[in-house]
């Protein structure tokens, strides 16, 4: 488990893209699942998109398939969302978090989070 803080997120217009930028600050970031979630006010977190440790296994949410594609540079420490097609519906917080191997879709199996970063799609 790691700590993470996202940046990246702001205000685009629909059909637009965006990318998020997660950076672990501990070195054992490379052997964790990482994983992005998204929440609106008064909501569950809601899954989006995941990956295996070593980036050979991803995972998406049927509402961003296709659309948004996740990534991770161990070295540098870092996972990435990029968003594309954006549509006002992603307009949400989104969170990046860590767990131990294996990937998961469930938030309650990650341990680490971080403070989160506003995405908001205009029409």
């Known amino acids: 488990q790691v700590p993470v803080t996202e940046s990246g997120g702001g205000l685009v217009q629909a059909g637009g893209s965006l990318t998020l930028s997660c950076a672990a600050s501990?070195?054992?970031?490379?052997?964790?699942?990482m994983g992005w979630f998204r929440q609106v006010p008064g909501k569950e977190r809601e899954f989006v998109a995941g990956t295996s440790w070593n980036g050979g296994s991803t995972y998406y949410a049927d509402s961003v398939k296709g659309r948004f594609t996740i990534s991770r540079d161990n070295a540098k420490r870092t996972v990435y969302l990029q968003m594309t097609s954006l549509k006002p519906e992603d307009t949400a917080v989104y969170s990046c978090?860590?767990?131990?191997?294996?990937?998961?879709?469930?938030?309650?199996?990650?341990?680490?989070w971080g403070q989160g970063t506003q995405v908001t799609v205009s029409s």
């Open positions: 978090a860590s767990r131990k191997m294996p990937v998961s879709t469930d938030p309650a199996e990650y341990v680490y």
């Open positions: 501990r070195i054992t970031f490379s052997t964790y699942a």
